[in-house]
């Protein structure tokens, strides 16, 4: 063989090996970048009309997109526009709000559209917000679209209940018009000062494209198609959720607005502006119900965040600080204290605990006296929660720090003293109270098949025997006891709530009548605590309205159809490899704000 040729032949073999280099390379700079997520509780499913729980909610908002957002970096939080191209034009008494949306703006592919590009318009909020009023949709957010009292909507919704004809979708209403292709006006009957709240939920309220819903049908709910930064790719229900990158997704720039004294913020600020959103290619989240292998599955890396179940918070953050052998891995917490509550509400209808006779509040307020939230929050839920007061929940407006009630009281000799006051004695000798006309007195309580409602269980069986109240648990998936709930079926039942703005009064949708089988589980129905509702609606933001909210709370105390019982601590980890996360306080999509360093990666 030649010199040359043995020359040519290694040039050859050179450019072959820096070719599959290249692949190689190529592939590695290629490969998505994954986010990995666990639940703890199943979705019900992705149709904004339809939805209310908080998993199926952290789906859609990153989806569907609303007219406006909060910025994820200011403290307090600020509004911002998302669709809107600017802040909202509102009158002088806060009844007409129009809004400029941006053109271009495009819903991600689906086969609906048959390979053609669907821009968003003024048109698809239109029917986004008439969506909920459709009976024919049985939302769950029906009664708090109805108190905004939208000139024509409530009228369109009773002319279908009457059975007369099915929703008109194509009448056109003084309050929910489309004055050109990209400008929505909202009148409202009343003064609505706070609208802008119903206008920047991307999860419940964002835009729809009316093909797709009468495309699918009833089986919306599988597939949701908005305008977002995700789509959804992939659902086995109550099993795994998969989203990925929406193609189609416009132009969006990291951007945000941390206070000048905030150094967290202003250092995510200056380490991700102007990177284009969103920055991972796919989310995964699994349904991962038990504390133990969810937590398991942080620890061994196969999930990226975790909300660190109480059971393992000693271990994860001892005393509130990240534990050194998280920390030497370079994993990152975060801890705040959640808008939200927990809360045990009493079926207002139920023939044993609702009612609204002397009598029957006795029962409701002795069983609430007779709760050792304290004890609840050291043992179950490992110190990662504080004492409720009242029903408002941290940071939103009537919320008052200082307030106490006899919500946030345990004392079993007061809620002896009630029972037996009232008749709720043992009129037979087997050691358990009856009820005052002599039959047996059994307090129904609904929970879930997992290690942490048992142990909610457990305690709840002391608390009751210590009164000597019977107790009878029964055992449903989280979805079912909510279908349940809704329905009035059920007696009592513990869950959890978050807020989803700035004001306080969304809490007390809870008790106001018309929310009844939908966000009002206890179904209470009191013309009084109505009125002071209805009221707060309409005053703006000052003395007034904040005397309105301790006369709301001071009922709830007095009837007590809730006993709210703590507002919890989250405590976050994420891997180190996830860059950019920050705990909200009032929203729920975050997922198009963090970035993944595959590199830093090692499963």
């Known amino acids: 063989m030649s010199v040359v040729n043995s020359s040519r032949r290694s040039l050859r073999l050179a450019l072959v090996a820096l070719l599959l280099v290249a692949q190689s390379l190529g592939s590695q700079a290629a490969e998505p970048k994954v986010l990995r997520y666990a639940f703890p509780i199943a979705e019900t499913g992705f149709d904004p009309a339809q939805i209310v729980d908080v998993y199926s909610r952290i789906v859609t908002a990153h989806i569907f997109e609303g007219l406006y957002t909060y910025d994820h970096l200011a403290r307090p939080p600020v509004v911002r526009p998302l669709i809107a191209q600017d802040m909202p034009v509102h009158s002088d008494d806060f009844k007409t709000w129009t809004v400029k949306i941006r053109p271009g703006i495009y819903f991600a592919d689906d086969p609906v559209f048959k390979g053609k590009k669907r821009e968003l318009v003024a048109q698809d909020f239109v029917y986004a917000f008439k969506r909920p009023l459709d009976p024919a949709n049985k939302s769950p957010t029906v009664s708090g ?91 086995r229900r109550s099993s795994l959720i998969v989203l990925e990158r929406n193609p189609d997704y416009r132009e969006v720039l990291y951007d945000a607005r941390p206070a000048a004294d905030d150094a967290q913020g202003q250092a995510l600020l200056a380490r991700l502006k102007g990177r284009r959103l969103p920055m991972v290619d796919r989310v995964e989240v699994s349904i991962i119900e038990e504390s133990q292998p969810r937590w398991l599955s942080f620890l061994n890396e196969q999930i990226d965040f975790i909300n660190v179940p109480g059971e393992f918070v000693t271990l994860a953050m001892p005393n509130g600080r990240i534990a050194p052998n998280l920390a030497k891995r370079g994993i990152q917490a975060f801890r705040v204290v959640n808008a939200d509550s927990a809360f045990t509400y009493f079926n207002m209808e139920h023939p044993v605990m609702g009612g609204y006779t002397p009598e029957r509040v006795a029962l409701r307020r002795a069983v609430a006296l007779s709760m050792d939230v304290q004890r609840e929050i050291s043992q179950v839920r490992r110190g990662q929660a504080i004492v409720a007061q009242s029903i408002m929940v941290p940071h939103t407006s009537g919320y008052d720090p200082k307030f106490r009630s006899e919500n946030g009281e345990f004392s079993p000799a007061k809620a002896k003293a009630l029972l037996d006051l009232y008749g709720y004695v043992d009129k037979d000798g087997d050691g358990w109270r009856d009820l005052p006309d002599g039959s047996p007195l059994v307090i129904e309580v609904a929970t879930q098949p997992d290690a942490l409602s048992r142990q909610f269980d457990e305690l709840w069986a002391k608390n009751m025997e210590a009164v000597n109240l019977r107790v009878k648990f029964f055992a449903g ?3 079912e006891q909510l279908k349940a709930a809704r329905a009035g079926k059920l007696m009592l039942w513990t869950l959890g709530s978050s807020a989803a703005g700035l004001d306080g009064q969304s809490a007390l949708a809870r008790m106001y009548g018309p929310e009844a089988g939908s966000q009002n589980l206890a179904r209470f129905k009191l013309p009084a605590f109505d009125a002071i509702y209805q009221q707060l609606s309409l005053l703006p933001d000052g003395p007034e309205r904040e005397a309105l909210f301790h ?38 999509d975050w997922w198009q704000y963090v970035d993944i360093d595959s590199s830093l990666r090692r499963n």
Request: hydrophobic fraction near 35%.
């Open 477 to 479: 998936k989280w979805p």
């Open 145 to 235: 679209m109805q108190q905004y009292n939208i000139l024509g909507l409530n009228e369109l919704r009773a002319e279908a209940e009457q059975g007369k004809k099915p929703f008109d979708y194509d009448r056109e209403i003084e309050g929910l018009r489309a004055l050109d292709r990209y400008t929505i006006q909202f009148k409202v009957k009343e003064p609505r000062p706070r609208f802008l709240d119903l206008i920047s939920d991307s999860d419940l309220h964002g835009a729809v494209a009316r093909e797709v819903v009468e495309a699918y049908g009833d089986k919306i709910a599988e597939h949701p198609v908005g305008t977002g930064p995700f789509k959804l790719a992939q659902w």
């Open 551 to 588: 006369e709301a709370k001071r009922l709830s105390v007095a009837y007590m159809p809730y006993k709210t019982t703590v507002h919890r601590f989250s405590n976050d980890l994420t891997q180190p490899w996830v860059i950019g996360y920050r705990r909200g306080v009032a929203w729920y």
